[in-house]
Every structure is written in C-alpha cells, then in structure tokens.
C-alpha cells in the first residue's frame, strides 16, 4: 500500500482557484490509479475524479467537469487537483485515494489507500 498525503486546502472565494497536492510514498506509487474524493458536512463522501497510472486516462463526476483538472507527476509521486471557478457547493473535505487494481472509472469500488483529507472552504 501507498501513503497518502495532502495538502492545498484552505479558503477561498467563489469564483477563484485553489490546488490540491497528493504527495505518495511506496515503492510502487507511480503504478497506481489515483483519484479525489470529498465529503461535505452531513453528505457521504462522493467521487470527484481519478487519473490512470500514466495520466493518459481521466474520469470526472459531472458535478466537476470543465472546472477541475486532474494530473500527475510520477517522478515526484504527487497528484495534483486544480480547481477553477470554484463554488460553494465545493465545500468539503477532500481526500486522495489510490487504487492498485482499479482503473479511473472504477475507482470508486477498489481504493486501497486513504489519505487524511485537507479542507477547502468556498465563500460567498
């Protein structure tokens, strides 16, 4: 298994942009399916997007689609989320996910890895 971490969270205003970062530790790291989740207060952690091991291969939720981007640089193991004309509905806790066997549509049913999630906070 991989180590999860992430950082980037923070607050911002609607209608601006924020990174997230994912650094991974392990030997195999850059073999993995990576992806966000995120959890706003009272709802269940949903799926936002995933990236395929060697960035050829992305998968958004609709919810997201034309406004974030996933990447990754596997030299560093860090994936990384751009989140551009971002809204209220954004806020959340998200959270890095890594999958061994799982490819970006099936992310979802396979994470092997969790990481601690970081806070973004969209205001009005």
């Known amino acids: 298994q991989v180590q999860l971490v992430e950082s980037g969270g923070g607050l911002v205003q609607a209608g601006g942009s924020l990174r997230l970062s994912c650094a991974a530790s392990?030997?195999?790291?850059?073999?993995?399916?990576m992806g966000w989740f995120r959890q706003a207060p009272g709802k269940e952690r949903e799926f936002v997007t995933a990236i395929n091991w060697s960035g050829g291969s992305t998968y958004y939720a609709d919810s997201v689609k034309g406004r974030f981007t996933i990447s990754r640089d596997n030299v560093k193991s860090t994936v990384y989320l751009q989140m551009n004309s971002l809204k209220r509905e954004d806020t959340a806790v998200y959270y890095c996910a890594a999958s061994a066997t799982r490819g970006p549509y099936t992310l979802t049913s396979g994470v092997d890895s969790w990481g601690q999630g970081t806070q973004v906070t969209v205001s009005s």
């Open positions: 392990g030997r195999t790291a850059s073999s993995y399916t």
